[in-house]
């Protein structure tokens, strides 16, 4: 059964602090593998990773994929209490359309 | 450059009664898909359309759910006699393209709560 497995399911740090989410996925056809970030409302696109070993960076976030793993990591420096939200991990699988499987997600918690 | 816009943002119903979810796609896109979030869950895939067609329903409950994507007008999600395990916040979002590399744009959801 295809399959994405996100850990932690949370996460308190304080403000400063450096994270590293993790996402593990067994699916058939691997296409892509994506970061959202979730606060009360939409996902919001974070990155979209195909290739292994290259790292994808937006500020102090920052994303690599390993395929030999099957998995991802989402790190973020320098976390700030705006950074507390759900990051949700998807992989695009199969052989036709877009559809995503989600991980249960990260709940991230950024104490000042 | 308006995003997915989905309404209402709030729908309160009754056991029994219907619910219509609405979901325009960004400018260009002509692909949508439905996504549910129970709560203390993570996304989980209804239903992926084009214009006037049903491309992959496999995560649809068998009853009581039907979705459509008409020529004109917003994609809608139905849900007749609901009921409490419907109560979730259901999302919308579009691509372009099939098959293209193209990050799914989600909407902010419709919180659908059941009484």
């Known amino acids: 059964e295809d399959k994405v497995v996100q850990s932690p399911l949370s996460l308190v740090v304080h403000e400063g602090d450096t994270v590293t989410l993790n996402c593990s996925y067994e699916?058939?056809?691997?296409?892509?593998l994506l970061w959202y970030k979730q606060e009360k409302k939409a996902p919001t696109f974070l990155f979209m990773l195909t290739s292994s070993g290259i790292e994808k960076k937006s500020g102090r976030l920052s994303s690599i994929l390993d395929k030999k793993e099957l998995s991802s990591i989402l790190n973020i420096t320098a976390t700030q209490t705006g950074d507390s939200a759900i990051y949700l991990c998807?992989?695009?699988?199969?052989?036709?359309?877009?559809?995503?499987?989600f991980g249960e997600g990260t709940q991230l918690t950024v104490n000042p | 450059n308006a995003g997915v816009m989905q309404n209402p943002r709030h729908l309160v119903r009754r056991r029994g009664q219907e619910a219509r979810l609405r979901c325009s796609p960004m400018k260009g896109h002509s692909h949508v898909y439905w996504y549910r979030q129970l709560p203390e869950e993570g996304l989980k895939f209804m239903v992926y359309l084009q214009k006037e067609n049903i491309i992959d329903e496999s995560g649809m409950p068998k009853e009581r759910f039907s979705a459509e994507f008409p020529k004109e007008g917003p994609s809608i999600l139905r849900i007749q006699q609901v009921v409490r395990g419907d109560s979730a916040a259901y999302f919308c979002?579009?691509?372009?393209?099939?098959?293209?590399?193209?990050?799914?744009?989600f909407g902010n959801g419709t919180r659908l709560t059941v009484t």
């Open positions: 979002a579009s691509s372009p393209l099939l098959g293209i590399n193209s990050p799914l744009h």
């Open positions: 699916v058939t056809n691997f296409r892509s």
């Open positions: 998807a992989v695009e699988f199969g052989t036709s359309g877009s559809r995503l499987t």
